[in-house]
């Protein structure tokens, strides 16, 4: 096999603070990883500048110009981590053999992509980097992650647990991932349906180098709500059980009112009216959840998703 060349992608959001430490690590290893004969000269650093509102492009331009290993893509607006993961990779794909994706903080150990090309070389084409322990993690962000992950597993996503963005993945991967065409990404549910052999390897997830988290509540709610709309229909099918169970309970309602009408323990119209609400509420509910059906559908073709991905074709 020929050592690969190796692009490492880092999206970066008003990261002036930390980068400066991290591209010195990312230098330091890229020397060892040359000089170990691991990965080919040509191996770059690919720092994406999410249009951040800080000096992170001008920081970017000036190891660029010190380091042409460091090269610099810049998105005219905020476009959010996920997406700048797929600017990166759509730049760089066609010039490398294998990439790997890291945060600009530092807090996934770099060390592991020393294992990651291990796995690289005995033919896995995506190798997860996947959390020890989340010792560093606020007790909320450890809860709160680890609850996403269960109801993620619940809703029938396979994921990888406690995995990431941290990977690496072979050009072939790579491309084949750039063939979905949903524009809702959730790369984390997306890269297990590639297919392709993967391996995972484990490491301490560590503090931020510099700055702060640029994941608050907010984004983490929506990427939470991003995950579970762009991979599963059961929350639709949810109001469609929710539709039959009111019905089923309203049938119980007009049976219990009808025995009381005949019994004459009844208000003139209290009859008619509790049995519309209950029999209707269901049926109404019902009819969302069928729409929503559909809905879901059409949701699911918009995303052009491939109908396959190709491993490998002998002639
Ligand atoms: N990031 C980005 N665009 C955004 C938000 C974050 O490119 O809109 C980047 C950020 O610069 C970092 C990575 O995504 O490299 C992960 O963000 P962060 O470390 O703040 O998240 P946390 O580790 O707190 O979950
Ligand atoms: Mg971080």
């Known amino acids: 096999m020929k050592t690969p060349v190796l692009y490492i992608v880092i999206p970066c959001y008003n990261e002036e603070e930390a980068l400066p430490i991290t591209a010195a690590r990312m230098g330091e290893l890229l020397d060892d990883l040359t000089g170990k004969g691991l990965i080919a000269p040509e191996s770059r650093v690919t720092l994406v500048d999410d249009g951040s509102r800080d000096k992170t492009w001008e920081v970017i331009c000036a190891l660029n110009e010190k380091d042409k290993r460091f090269e610099g893509v810049k998105l005219a607006h905020n476009a959010g981590h996920m997406n700048a993961l797929w600017a990166g990779m759509s730049m760089v794909c066609e010039h490398c053999d294998a990439l790997v994706t890291i ?34 993690d606020t ?12 109801l993620m597993k619940k809703l029938g996503v396979e994921m990888v647990y406690n995995a990431a963005d941290y990977r690496l993945l072979s050009r072939r991967a790579v491309e084949a991932l750039l063939q979905f065409g949903e524009v809702n990404m959730f790369l984390r549910g997306m890269v297990p349906l590639l297919g392709f052999k993967s391996a995972e390897v484990y490491y301490e997830r560590g503090e931020r180098v510099a700055g702060e988290s ?7 709610v929506a990427f939470a709500v991003e995950g579970i709309t762009s991979f599963s229909n059961k929350p639709i ?15 119980a309602m007009a049976v219990y009112v009808i025995v009381s009408l005949i019994g004459g323990h009844s208000v003139a119209g209290w009859a008619s009216t509790i049995m519309s609400i209950w029999l209707l509420g269901g049926f109404q509910l019902i009819a969302l959840g069928l729409i929503g059906e559909y809905v879901g559908k059409i949701y699911m073709e918009t995303k052009r998703r491939p109908k396959f991905i190709l491993e490998e074709y002998r002639k």
């Open 237 to 251: 099918r949810f109001v469609t059980l929710l539709g039959l169970i009111c019905a089923l309970l309203g049938v």
């Open 139 to 150: 007790a909320f962000k450890r809860s709160t992650a680890q609850g996403f992950y269960k």
């Open 214 to 220: 640029k994941y608050p509540l907010k984004k983490m």
């Open 103 to 136: 945060d600009a903080d530092l807090q996934d150990d770099v060390n592991a992509i020393y294992g990651f090309l291990e796995k690289y070389r005995e033919g896995c084409d995506v190798v997860y980097g996947v959390r020890n322990s989340r010792r560093t």
